[in-house]
């Protein structure tokens, strides 16, 4: 599938890794609404009214959260694994202003400042639009983030920033999974998104829509090959 940034200026296309459910926030109100009751229902298709509601509030909150981070595009999949496990991620992209002009340096600037938090392992990054980074790291969600006794779950994080002077913005790219053991497969799928975006000269219609730090370290080195 593939998405477009609602810009005015030259056109970013992404193509999204097959598998993705999108939340739709290209859409407005009761479209997307429907949009989320229908990937309940494809989630569930054999299951209660009351799982697909409980799916379809908690994706809705998930495309609530997404917005607030002003993404122009939120997805996730659920999957079974070779061997059975259920498998998960979700893929988040926005546009942030992009303060320094020339890609090499904006990479070197973002690189500097995200190698300054010890729990990122990050690396220098090349796709055929130009310089990036890529970040991993380990983080814990918690179900009551107030409450340190609240249950708590291991997650691994990418995330690829590519400045794209060409539009004056940065592109970032985010994957969560609490599938640990699957990082690399998905950081795959991140690594042929950054590789087969395009930014066009045409401009776009007005009208157009958009412990695991220690685990994520161990995978470091199978998915560095994927970026090159």
């Keep these: 599938m593939t998405t477009e940034a609602p810009t005015t200026g030259p ?65 996730f999949c659920l999957d079974e694994a070779p061997d059975g496990r259920l498998t998960t991620a979700s893929l988040l992209a926005r546009l942030d202003p992009m303060e320094e002009p020339d890609a090499e340096l904006s990479a070197r600037s973002l690189f500097e400042a995200l190698a300054a938090n010890d729990n990122n392992t990050v690396s220098d990054i090349r ?45 970032v790219l985010s994957l969560t999974t609490p599938s640990l053991p699957d990082l690399p497969f998905y950081v795959s799928l991140l690594s042929r998104t950054a590789h087969e975006l395009t930014v066009t000269s045409e401009p776009a219609a007005a009208d157009d829509p958009g412990s695991a730090s220690e685990q994520t370290r161990s995978a470091t080195e199978q998915v560095r090959s994927d970026f090159g």
């Design 11 to 75: 056109r970013l296309l992404l193509d999204i890794p097959g598998g993705f459910y999108s939340l739709g926030l290209d859409l407005e109100g009761e479209e997307r609404l429907e949009q989320l009751w229908t990937i309940a229902e494809r989630v569930w298709p054999t299951g209660t009214d009351f799982q697909r509601e409980v799916s379809f509030h908690a994706y809705r909150e998930m495309a609530d959260h997404a917005l607030a981070e002003n993404s122009f595009y939120a997805g």
């Design 127 to 171: 796709v055929p639009v130009g310089p990036g980074v890529l970040v991993l790291c380990g983080l814990e969600w918690r179900s009551d983030p107030s409450d340190d006794t609240a249950p708590s779950l291991p997650m691994a994080r990418a995330d690829v920033y590519l400045p794209l002077p060409r539009m004056q913005r940065l592109l």
